[in-house]
């Protein structure tokens, strides 16, 4: 396709390597990378996606993925341009691309309580809608009012927060075909700024006395079962984990949940690493680890490496 002839309706990149957007730090290239900076042009880049027949990927923080060695096929809409927020009452209108903790510190200086839990968490408020993240004890899902979207055929949608089917960090959203532009979330007004920046700064010392900021990495890899009883990152180190390493991907030292890349780790080390850890896991416990990082791209037929190597 000649990009000059295809009309493509925002900023764009080709073939554009996808670590740099990561916090892992690693992923192949995008076939279409595309920029919108803007709700309008995040519709409009959807549409030109579907209109060209393109498989579509959205990636905003990209702090919960892992992108494929090889890349990815069709368009990859990045949305980290898109944010502006509006402010109206206690009613916040802001943009999928709009970092968390910018947007814990815009609502906090304006005396908005809600969101001041997600302070630190990397990534974008689409990304987090999408997943439904949760950070000490509460889940995005609390606070939103309803999310503007794009549907598969192209079509503007809403859906108030019952529809959005949050539970434990699940969405109606993971299930594909609706794309994030816009989220309205209902914050409490005429909170004290002093006690937010307080509980703000808190939640940021408590992520960085763990050293999740130390090397890269995409969180936690694994949701909890609270069924166990037992934190996921537990049971991993039950299991004698910690430290397990393919090729650069090792599992942390310090909470054992996380993988970090020690500089060069592939997509694919990172992979056989997780099915190691799912293995040992099922082996010593019979207990079924659940996914919570999302693989993105073109995978293939990826070899098992065995842990050590
Ligand atoms: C150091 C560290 C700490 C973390 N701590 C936490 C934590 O405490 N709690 C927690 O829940 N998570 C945590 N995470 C994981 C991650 O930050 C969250 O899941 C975050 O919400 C992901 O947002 P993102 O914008 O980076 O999404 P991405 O990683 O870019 O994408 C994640 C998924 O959402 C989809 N997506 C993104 N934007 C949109 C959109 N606009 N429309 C449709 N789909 C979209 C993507 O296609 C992908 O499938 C942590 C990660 C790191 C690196």
Same mark, same amino acid.
């Given at each position: 396709m000649n990009e000059q002839q295809v009309g493509v309706p925002v900023p764009f990149r080709r073939r554009e390597p996808l670590a740099p957007y990561t916090t892992f730090r690693i992923g192949g290239p995008a076939d279409w990378l595309l920029l919108p900076d803007s709700a309008r042009g995040f519709v409009a880049a959807v549409r030109w996606a579907i209109d060209q027949d393109l498989p579509l990927t959205i990636l905003g923080g990209g702090s919960n993925v892992l992108v494929a060695d090889a890349g990815v096929d069709g368009a990859v809409i990045v949305t980290t341009a898109m944010r502006r927020v509006e402010i109206s009452g206690a009613e916040v209108r802001a943009e999928a691309g709009v970092g968390m903790s910018d947007l814990c510190e815009f609502c906090a200086e304006r005396g908005l309580a809600g969101l001041q839990n997600f302070h630190g968490m990397p990534g974008s408020l689409g990304g987090a809608v999408f997943m439904n993240a949760r950070c000490y004890e509460r889940s995005i899902g609390d606070v939103v009012r309803c999310v503007h979207g794009v549907d598969r055929a192209g079509h503007e949608v809403t859906f108030e927060a019952a529809a959005c089917e949050f539970a434990y960090k699940r969405s109606r959203f993971q299930a594909g075909g609706v794309w994030v532009a816009e989220v309205d979330l209902r914050m409490e007004a005429g909170a004290d700024r002093g006690h937010l920046r307080e509980a703000m700064s808190d939640f940021q010392r408590r992520r960085e006395a763990m050293g999740q900021f130390l090397f890269p990495n995409a969180g936690c890899i694994f949701k909890n079962d609270y069924r166990t009883g037992t934190p996921s990152g537990k049971i991993i180190e039950s299991c004698g984990l910690k430290g397990t390493r393919i090729g650069d991907a090792e599992v942390f #030292? %310090?909470? !054992?949940n996380f993988i970090i890349? %020690?500089? !060069? !780790? #592939?997509a694919c080390d990172v992979l056989a690493l997780i099915r190691a850890m799912e293995q040992a896991v099922r082996d010593r416990t019979g207990l079924e680890l659940e996914r919570e990082i999302q693989l993105l791209g073109r995978w293939g037929e990826v070899s098992e490496v065995q842990p050590g190597g």
């Open positions: #030292s %310090r909470h !054992a890349n %020690r500089g !060069a !780790a #592939s």
